[in-house]
């Protein structure tokens, strides 16, 4: 089975600036079937990129994604104040797995 | 506009049993897979079972194989998840998810708290 790991844990950054946040597979994930979810306290998780690099509806181009194989990027440019949430990458499928999450938070 | 909503979570004692309801709305209820993910404070987010549209296809988690079942009625547009034989580490907000026809878990509902404690 699949894991996935993300790296950092936590990432403190100033509104403006640039974060990458970082997720590493075990072993490659099939046809890019990699997404990443973007969660803020009390609500559920949103879906941001799918595809390893395709934003979601509504999705800000701020958001992208990248990377094949085993590892996989989130960049978000510019960070807005309502960026600051937990991100966790996920293999899609009909048995999903998830990343622990790196947790995004204001410096 | 889709909607789920569960319910059913509350306080059970360890080896108890626990049915979980997912009320949807604003979708063809059978043309969609649907899951259940939880989630706990320490472990985050954890795939627990999904079912097919027709209901002829399910899937579980190694760590609730052989204690729980999930299954639809889709004449009522309702997703179950009954739970048997709960455990402390069962513990947790169980989420009702809808996929998109690529295998993308895309509605979510907001959860429903299960806490599994003598």
């Known amino acids: 089975e699949i894991v996935l790991t993300q790296s950092p844990g936590t990432l403190s950054l100033s509104p403006g600036e640039r974060a990458t946040l970082s997720c590493r597979a075990s072993q490659s994930v099939s046809s890019n079937y990699l997404a990443w979810y973007q969660q803020k306290p009390g609500q559920a998780p949103r879906l941001l990129i799918y595809g390893a690099s395709s934003r979601a509806t509504g999705i800000p181009d701020r958001f992208s994604g990248s990377g094949s194989g085993t590892d996989f990027t989130l960049t978000i440019t510019r960070l807005e104040p309502e960026d600051f949430a937990v991100y966790y990458c996920?293999?899609?499928?009909?048995?999903?797995?998830f990343g622990q999450g790196t947790k995004l938070e204001i410096k | 506009e889709v909607q789920l909503l569960e319910s059913g979570g509350g306080l059970v004692q360890p080896g108890g049993s626990l049915r979980l309801s997912c009320a949807a709305s604003?979708?063809?209820?059978?043309?969609?897979?649907m899951s259940w993910v939880r989630q706990t404070p320490g472990k985050g987010l954890e795939w627990v079972s999904t079912i097919s549209g027709s209901g002829d296809y399910t899937y579980y988690a190694d760590s609730v194989k052989g204690r729980f079942t999930i299954s639809r009625d889709n004449s009522k547009n309702t997703l179950y998840l009954q739970m048997n034989s709960l455990r402390a580490e069962d513990t947790a907000l169980y989420y009702c998810v809808r996929y998109s026809s690529g295998w993308l878990l895309v509605y979510w509902g907001q959860g429903t708290l299960v806490t599994v404690s003598s």
């Open positions: 996920q293999q899609y499928g009909s048995s999903p797995i």
């Open positions: 604003g979708f063809t209820f059978s043309s969609y897979a």
